[in-house]
């Protein structure tokens, strides 16, 4: 099974709504990073939390660590067409520091 | 500050030939990670670099790909006698340091099409 889970898989709201995106790891995270992608492009660094409880936002983008630190999600308010895109959770594993990633969350939003 | 560089953004490459693919990491960054995304999966880890030294290779197949990182120039990932399975995005991501306290970059990556 995946180590990280990424909910939905794909997910498809009008132009101003708000949505959530959830990533579920199988361990302890100890650094959690979000990326965007669009199709055929790189990824695009979002946040990076690291502290249970964390939260930060970006324009109009959030994203929270639960306190147990085995649960991230994303939030995005008052969605707009160029949220539109893959969302990806990655956390670190391994003792040299690489990320593993979820499989992504597919957004799309209609104007 | 330009961010980080891969080239090509798309290589053709037809079975049996190499592949070279070049990562430039951004401006004093010294950590350098390879990763493959397959169409409808997600990303996988192949190696992680420092200049000159390779430091993780454990998600890198054992046989036809290598990595190197060399003193001058970008990281090259290098695969050999290619076949279709190795058709991919492959993207790196530069550090200044290594994970977890880091923000880790990504490049575009490069399209790789085996024929």
């Known amino acids: 099974s995946q180590e990280l889970e990424q909910s939905p898989q794909s997910l498809i709201v009008q132009e101003g709504k708000n949505l959530t995106i959830n990533c579920t790891s199988s361990?302890?995270?100890?650094?959690l990073y979000w990326y965007k992608q669009k199709y055929g492009e790189g990824l695009i660094f979002l946040m990076m939390l690291q502290k249970g409880g964390e939260e930060k936002s970006h324009e109009k983008i959030t994203a929270k660590l639960d306190e147990k630190k085995q649960q991230s999600s994303l939030h995005i308010t008052a969605s707009q067409p160029s949220h539109a895109g893959i969302y990806l959770c990655?956390?670190?594993?391994?003792?040299?520091?690489?990320?593993?990633f979820g499989k992504g969350t597919k957004l799309s939003v209609k104007p | 500050n330009a961010g980080v560089m891969q080239n090509p953004r798309h290589l053709v490459r037809r079975r049996g030939q190499e592949a070279r693919l070049r990562c430039s990491p951004m401006k004093g960054h010294s950590h350098v990670y390879w990763y493959r995304q397959l169409p409808e999966e997600g990303l996988k880890f192949m190696v992680y670099?420092?200049?000159?030294?390779?430091?993780?290779e454990s998600g890198m197949p054992k046989e036809r790909f290598s990595a190197e990182f060399p003193k001058e120039g970008p990281s090259i990932l290098r695969i050999q006698q290619v076949v279709r399975g190795d058709s991919a995005a492959y993207f790196c991501?530069?550090?200044?340091?290594?994970?977890?306290?880091?923000?880790?970059?990504f490049g575009q990556g490069t399209r790789l099409t085996v024929v």
């Open positions: 991501a530069s550090s200044p340091s290594a994970h977890p306290n880091t923000e880790a970059f």
């Open positions: 361990k302890t995270l100890y650094g």
């Open positions: 670099l420092q200049k000159e030294n390779i430091i993780d």
């Open positions: 990655g956390a670190v594993r391994g003792s040299q520091g690489n990320l593993i």
